[in-house]
C-alpha cells in the first residue's frame, strides 16, 4: 500500500510559478510511474504529467513547455509550473502506479490562478 501527500498548491497571478510536491510513502520500491493530473470544476480529470522510475517524462500538450516533471529517487515527484494561465485552475493530484499495476491517489491540493 502506498499513500501520497501533496503540497505546494495556492493562490498565484497569471504568468506566476508554483511547484507542487508529492510525497510517497508505504510500499514505495513497489512503485513505477508517477504522476499529476488536474480536475477543474465541472470537468474531467486530466492527465498533466507522468514521470517513469527510470525518470521518462510525459507532458500533456496543453502545459507542454511550460509544466516540468521530475521524480527524486523512489518516493517523491515535482510539478514546476511557469507561465501559470486562469485555465490551469484546478485541483492537481498526484498519482503511483505499482508494477502490479495498482493505483494510487492523493488527496489533492488546489491551484488558483488569478488576479
Known amino acids: 500500500q502506498v499513500q501520497l501527500v501533496e503540497s505546494g498548491g495556492g493562490l498565484v497571478q497569471p504568468g506566476g510559478s508554483l511547484r507542487l510536491s508529492c510525497v510517497a510513502s508505504?510500499?514505495?520500491?513497489?512503485?513505477?510511474?508517477m504522476g499529476w493530473y488536474r480536475q477543474a470544476p465541472g470537468k474531467q480529470r486530466d492527465l498533466v504529467a507522468t514521470i517513469t522510475r527510470g525518470g521518462s517524462p510525459n507532458i500533456a500538450d496543453s502545459v507542454k513547455g511550460r509544466f516540468t516533471i521530475s521524480r527524486n529517487a523512489a518516493n517523491t515527484v515535482y510539478l514546476q509550473m511557469n507561465s501559470l494561465k486562469p485555465e490551469d485552475t484546478a485541483v492537481y493530484y498526484c498519482r503511483a502506479t505499482l508494477k502490479n499495476g495498482m493505483d494510487y491517489w492523493g488527496e489533492g491540493t488546489l491551484v488558483t490562478v488569478s488576479s
Open positions: 508505504g510500499s514505495i520500491f513497489s512503485i513505477n510511474a
